[in-house]
């Protein structure tokens, strides 16, 4: 998959974009450390400061983005910085806003929307779906979206069940639309650059309690030039043993498993997915193919999840090299509960993770009984 | 209606007469007093009740109490928020304690409330416990929903309380499904369906709307109008903001939504009116202190002026402190010992519901249907955990 991403517009003070050469592999070792770290918040604010700034049709519309700063700051100083015409606070009407923008998007601006959080996108989802998805393929290429809805996905902390569910498999099943979920901050300002750029329109899925966390940013990816390709999943950790494949925060979670499995002798491959749709299946197949064994991680529900997807994609196309059942760790099949305990049954844990490896690996003791 | 109780020579009479210090406050008296409200009613297509409401020493002292009871209940909620044992989202209902309050006194337990996410007062209201709330709110098995809820989802389907929604705006039109049922049924009681100033503006609210006044069903829409949705300010969101204007040819009326003797005299009205002519619109102008949630600090939009005005002049609290006193129904030493009392109740019931566990594990798996055919479902771990829902 070709992640071509081109510059239309001139660069103000910027020098030359690098990005005219085409595709961008990323493989963070091979970037210049800048001994600097950037939460993710800092990371989706100054990518959306530098493409708003690069391209004048591109603009924010959602609620609280302009005067509030942003209901979780991500849009903070942007207001201030491009005007009320440029950053625009709407009415609590996802329905609404999220069609206008399509509009808008039809007549040819950029807009980014935001919603604070997925769960209010199901109010707009026919937009998502009917109007800005499949619109491309229905004009027969006359009329193209690039627009980009973006927010908070998944479960956060004691939220609730109408307030924690994850989109991404929802999203992420449907032609037209490309779905993208960063993990780390490099992930945040490449692929939400990558997206703003991008011609189609980008679900994309952030996470609330990843706004926080810092992590070290390259010298490269600090440059307002800075891209990742759509439809590249990046291996976070290279191992031999068995392959984990995790997005969002459950990356996090994947890591800190592989980190127990070393020390039992097992060396996971965690392959960070960055995009859902398109699916990076010559990665994880490729992986699997080295390990012969696949653990799916996602915090969404496991019925027709991205898990099952991943899945299904192994058993097709490298169902020779697979040594052991293909394990899925998901959410539980239930809304999220309130309760402390339960919600923590309720999302997946590194444990979780950890056994169902050492499974993968037939190193576990034999299957628990029934709850 | 009116029934003076004779007593001993310790009547409460409900003119400014001197009475003798030992008045009896638990036994209040139904003698009818009328009271005005603050300011007149504003009808849209309608012609708005009188401001004068019936009342009874008992039924201002109930106000009173019941008002401080949720004052306090939300104070402590908000130090158990910043102690951690209160997690995620907290909405307070604090300022707007009249119209809950002046609600119930028009209504029955028959006729049906439904709210979006700042509901705990109105839960109270509907006859849910201290205990239910609070149990609830920090996540324990004793909570109304079984801690399966949390803040948002409290419910009492035995007393027409249908909850407590996240979604902004679902609950109009799930409140006008009531209505529908209620009509359906032959039930003769009404449906009161709250949203807030934020919420007007969304469309489902207007679909149901039509449907309403199309088939004429028993629903009432309140609108608690308290100027802010989340950090933005009505005039930023909606281009005219009179919302008991905004039904069109379903009629409305503008209320003063920190005098509950005009909420319950608006809400009276508006029960007789969806009885016989279908929906009506009731904008309470109300106030809330708090931020939009526990993590708004509520003063980035508006001015610690403007909080602490409203707290002055139109504090709801206040206003029926000063009817009792003005009506020499009790003395301020003993509505500040009924002040005392609330606030001890509240804090029992906190320490009682600390002790309260956390839900059994086992729960995860409960009541995700009402009949699951045995059908497995899986904990995160589906080779670890599953269950078979019954």
Redesign the interface.
């Known amino acids: 998959m070709l992640g071509v991403l081109r510059r239309k517009v001139a660069c103000k003070a910027n020098g030359v974009s690098a990005l005219g050469q085409g595709i961008r592999v990323v493989a963070s070792r091979a970037f210049s450390s800048s001994g600097k770290e950037m939460t993710v918040r800092e990371a989706l604010n100054s990518a959306l400061d530098e493409e708003m700034s690069a391209d004048p049709k591109v603009f924010i519309m959602g609620?609280?983005v302009g005067?509030?700063q942003g209901?979780y700051k991500i849009s903070k100083g942007l207001l201030e910085k491009y005007g009320p015409e440029r950053v625009l606070?709407t009415?609590?009407?996802e329905?609404?806003f999220a069609g206008i923008g399509v509009g808008a998007a039809y007549y040819g601006l950029r807009p980014v929307i935001e919603f604070m959080t997925f769960?209010?996108s199901?109010?707009a989802i026919d937009h998502i779906i009917n109007s800005a998805a499949k619109s491309n393929y229905m004009s027969a290429g006359q009329i193209s979206v690039p627009i980009v809805f973006r927010g908070p996905n998944g479960a956060?902390?004691?939220?609730?069940?109408?307030?924690s569910q994850c989109y991404a498999a929802w999203y992420g099943s449907c032609p037209g639309l490309k779905v993208l979920a960063p993990y780390s901050s490099e992930d945040a300002r490449g692929l939400l650059k990558a997206a703003i750029r991008d011609p189609d329109p980008v679900v994309f899925l952030e996470n609330e309690l990843l706004y926080g966390e810092s992590f070290p940013v390259s010298a490269e990816a600090l440059d307002s030039s800075f891209c990742l390709p759509i439809g590249k999943a990046k291996i976070e950790r290279e191992g031999k043993d068995v392959t984990i494949t995790a997005f969002s925060k459950m990356v996090g979670y994947a890591l800190q498993a592989a980190e127990i499995l070393a020390k039992d002798g097992i060396s996971a491959e965690v392959i960070n997915l960055r995009s859902i749709r398109p699916l990076d299946r010559s990665t994880i197949n490729a992986s699997v193919r080295k390990t012969n064994r696949l653990v799916t991680v996602e915090e969404g529900f496991?019925q027709h999840g991205v898990g099952a997807e991943i899945c299904a994609s192994v058993l097709e196309d490298s169902f020779e090299y697979l040594d052991a059942a293909v394990?899925?760790?998901?959410?539980?099949?239930?809304?999220m509960?309130?309760?402390?305990?339960?919600e923590r049954?309720?999302?997946?844990?590194v444990e979780?993770i950890v056994?169902?490896a050492k499974?993968a690996c037939y190193r576990s003791t034999p299957?628990?009984a029934?709850? | 209606m009116a029934q003076i109780i004779h007593r001993s020579t310790n009547l409460l009479k409900p003119v400014s007469v001197a009475v003798s210090a030992t008045r009896h406050l638990t036994t209040a008296s139904t003698t009818p007093i009328t009271v005005e409200t603050s300011l007149p009613f504003t009808g849209h297509n309608i012609e708005p009740p009188s401001r004068s409401v019936e009342t009874t020493p008992q039924e201002l002292l109930s106000f009173f109490r019941d008002m401080v009871l949720m004052r306090r209940m939300e104070i402590a909620a908000d130090s158990l928020y910043k102690a951690k044992l209160i997690r995620g989202f907290c909405h307070l209902y604090d300022g707007q304690e009249a119209v809950a309050v002046g609600m119930e006194a028009a209504i029955t337990k028959k006729d049906c409330i439904i709210t979006a996410y700042r509901d705990h007062c109105i839960f109270l209201g509907r006859g849910g416990t201290l205990m239910d709330a609070f149990a609830e709110l920090m996540g324990r098995k004793d909570g109304c929903s079984k801690g399966k809820g949390g803040s948002m989802h409290f419910y009492k389907k035995e007393s027409g309380f249908y909850g407590g929604h996240g979604i902004v705006g679902a609950q109009v039109p799930l409140g006008i499904g009531l209505a529908f049922a209620q009509k359906y049924c032959k039930d003769e009681n009404v449906t009161f369906s709250m949203y807030g100033d934020g919420a007007a503006n969304q469309g489902q609210l207007f679909e149901a709307l039509n449907m309403a006044a199309l088939w004429d069903l028993p629903a009432i829409l309140v609108c608690e109008n308290n100027h802010y949705g989340m950090g933005t300010a009505e005039w930023r969101a909606a281009k005219s903001p009179s919302y008991y204007k905004r039904g069109d040819y379903v009629p409305g009326l503008k209320v003063d939504g920190m005098d509950a003797f005009a909420v319950k005299q608006a809400c009276k009205f508006a029960k007789e009116h969806a009885l016989k002519n279908g929906p009506i619109i009731l904008e309470m102008d109300t106030y809330r202190y708090h931020g939009h949630s526990m993590s708004d600090p509520g003063s980035t939009y508006r001015t610690r002026d403007e909080i602490s005005g409203v707290r002055q002049e139109r504090d709801p609290i206040e206003r029926i402190r000063k009817l009792i006193l003005s009506h020499d129904l009790a003395t301020e030493k003993e509505l500040k010992d009924t002040e005392k009392e609330m606030r001890k109740e509240v804090d029992d019931v906190i320490a009682k519901a600390k002790e309260s566990p956390l839900p059994d594990s086992s729960e995860l798996f409960t009541n995700v249907y009402v009949k699951g055919f045995g059908v497995e479902a899986f904990g995160a771990d589906r080779k670890e955990l599953r269950a078979v829902l019954p």
């Not at chain 1, 394990?327 to 809304?335: F, L, M, S």
Request: proline share 10%; net charge negative; charged share 20%.
């Open positions: 609620e609280e005067e509030y209901a606070d009415p609590i009407t329905a609404g769960n209010f199901m109010q956060a902390a004691g939220v609730g069940a109408q307030h496991p394990e899925r760790i998901a959410g539980a099949d239930v809304p509960p309130y309760a402390a305990n339960l049954m309720a999302v997946p844990q979780d056994r169902a499974r299957l628990a029934t709850a």
